[in-house]
C-alpha cells in the first residue's frame, strides 16, 4: 500500500512520462470513501467517471448525468487531496456544441470540481473541441474504442475495431488525438491487437479496459474490482478482486437480527447517567409528580 506522504502529486506530464515505463494505475472514484481508498491503495489516475450514472445513480446508461452532476461528484473525490492525478469526465452534449461551451464546461470540471484534466471521448471529429480546451491549459485525455456515450449510434455496448477497415480507422483516430495534444488514451472494448499496435505506435500511454495486456496501463471500475455492484452484470473484461456487497448485506443482516433480538445496542454502546441525576429524573418523572405538575398549572 502506498503511503501519500512518499507520494507526489501526479500530473498529466507526469503520466506522459511514464510511456514505455511502470503500467499506470487507474480506477473510478465518485466519492470520498472511494477515493481515499483509491489513493491509498496507489492509484496513478482517479478518474470520476460518467459511469456513475450506471453503478451509482441507477441509470441504464451513462447519458443522464450533466456538467452539473459531475461537478458535484468531482469536487469530493478532490477533497479528499489525494496524490492521484484526478480526471473529471466530459458528459455528453458538454463538447458537441461550441468551442465556447465545451471549454466552459471543461473549465468547471477543473475550477468547481477540482479537477487535474478532463476526458472526452471520440476521434478525429472531437480534434476542435480538445484543441480549444487544450488552449485553456487544461490537459486532456482521449477515450476510444467502445465510447458509452455513442451507445445509440453504436448500436448498443459492443466491441469496436474488429473488422479491419474500423481497426484503421481507430488507429488514425489515435493519432489524430495525440496530434491535437492529448497526454493519453483510454482504450475501451478493443481487440488486443488494435491496442498492442495502437500502443506501439504512439508517444503517449494508452489505458486499457477490455483491450488486453499491451496497453501502458488499465482502468476498471471501483465497483466492478470491489464486488459492490450487487450481483449486477459483469463485463467479460472485469475481474472482481472482492465481493463487498455481499459482505455488506451479511453485514446490515446481522445488525437486523441484533435489532429484532434486542442484543443491539448493548450497555457498550449505550450512553449513561450518573445514578445521581438518573434518580432525580425518575423522581420528577414519576406518574404523581405529573399529576401535582398539571393541579399546579390548572390554578
Known amino acids: 500500500m502506498a503511503e501519500k506522504d512518499r507520494r507526489k502529486p501526479t500530473t498529466a506530464p507526469m503520466v506522459v512520462a511514464r510511456k514505455g515505463g511502470a503500467k499506470l494505475k487507474m480506477i473510478t472514484a465518485y466519492d470520498a470513501p472511494t477515493a481515499r481508498i483509491a489513493d491509498r491503495a496507489g492509484a496513478d489516475i482517479i478518474l470520476v467517471g460518467d459511469s456513475l450514472a450506471n453503478v451509482v445513480l441507477g441509470y441504464d446508461d451513462t447519458l443522464a448525468v450533466s456538467v452539473d452532476v459531475m461537478v458535484h461528484h468531482t469536487a469530493a473525490v478532490a477533497r479528499t487531496d489525494p496524490t492521484a492525478l484526478i480526471v473529471g469526465d466530459m458528459p455528453w452534449l458538454s463538447y458537441h456544441s461550441t468551442q465556447e461551451a465545451t471549454v466552459a464546461n471543461a473549465g468547471r470540471l477543473v475550477r468547481d470540481g477540482g479537477a487535474g484534466a478532463v476526458k472526452l471521448e471520440g476521434g478525429r471529429k472531437r480534434v476542435p473541441m480538445i484543441s480549444a480546451v487544450l488552449d485553456a491549459e487544461i490537459p486532456v485525455m482521449g477515450h476510444l474504442g467502445l465510447t458509452p456515450q455513442s451507445v445509440h449510434a453504436m448500436g448498443g455496448y459492443r466491441v469496436q475495431g474488429k473488422e479491419a477497415q474500423a481497426a484503421y480507422e481507430l488507429i488514425s483516430d489515435a493519432h489524430a488525438l495525440e496530434d491535437s495534444g492529448v497526454f493519453s488514451i483510454v482504450l475501451e472494448g478493443v481487440p488486443d491487437v488494435v491496442a498492442e499496435i495502437v500502443t506501439n505506435e504512439l508517444s503517449i500511454p494508452t489505458i486499457g479496459i477490455g483491450a488486453g495486456v499491451n496497453c501502458d496501463g488499465q482502468v476498471l471500475v471501483f465497483h466492478d474490482v470491489t464486488g459492490l455492484g450487487a450481483g449486477e452484470y459483469i463485463p467479460k473484461f472485469v475481474?472482481?478482486?472482492?465481493?463487498?456487497?455481499?459482505?455488506?448485506?451479511?453485514?446490515?443482516?446481522?445488525f437486523f437480527d441484533d435489532v429484532e433480538s434486542g442484543a443491539f445496542p448493548s450497555d457498550a454502546e449505550t450512553y449513561h447517567m450518573s445514578p445521581e441525576s438518573e434518580e432525580i429524573l425518575r423522581n420528577l418523572s414519576s406518574p404523581s409528580d405529573h399529576f401535582l405538575a398539571d393541579e399546579a398549572m390548572e390554578r
Not at 240 to 254: E, I, N, P, W
Open 239 to 254: 475481474r472482481q478482486y472482492a465481493h463487498l456487497a455481499d459482505d455488506a448485506v451479511t453485514a446490515v443482516s446481522a
